[in-house]
Nanobody
Framework: QVRLVESGGGLVQPGGSLRLSCAASGTIFSANTMGWYRQAPGKERELVALITRGYTTNYADSVKGRFTISRDNPKETAYLQMNSLKPEDTAVYYC?????????????WGQGTQVTVSS
């Protein structure tokens, strides 16, 4: 069974930094993207950043220049370096893996890790 486990969340002051990790286990087709989503109370889940197998990245406008997504393919692990954090970054952050053609498209999700930015 595919499992994604996030870690690294916590409480940080505005302007601080956190590094999230997402460790994937199980059988996942190699053609995939890994991404980070977040959901704040009363808000819709939104894409924060994604990275392809070939290391192409995409970011939400709200985090550009502050967050960096990366991945370690042999480890099947994704990271999200979060700098210059703002209170509006407070949310539960979820790791996502999406398999792509030629495989059947499937989505896998982690349980989430809480990030709270507050003074």
């Amino acid at each position: 069974q595919v499992r994604l486990v996030e870690s690294g969340g916590g409480l940080v002051q505005p302007g601080g930094s956190l590094r999230l990790s997402c460790a994937a286990s199980g059988t996942i087709f190699s053609a995939n993207t890994m991404g980070w989503y977040r959901q704040a109370p009363g808000k819709e889940r939104e894409l924060v950043a994604l990275i392809t197998r070939g290391y192409t990245t995409n970011y939400a406008d709200s985090v550009k220049g502050r967050f960096t997504i990366s991945r370690d393919n042999p480890k099947e692990t994704a990271y999200l370096q979060m700098n210059s954090l703002k209170p509006e970054d407070t949310a539960v952050y979820y790791c996502n893996v999406r398999t792509l053609p030629p495989a059947r498209r499937m989505d896998y999700w982690g349980q989430g890790t809480q990030v709270t930015v507050s003074s």
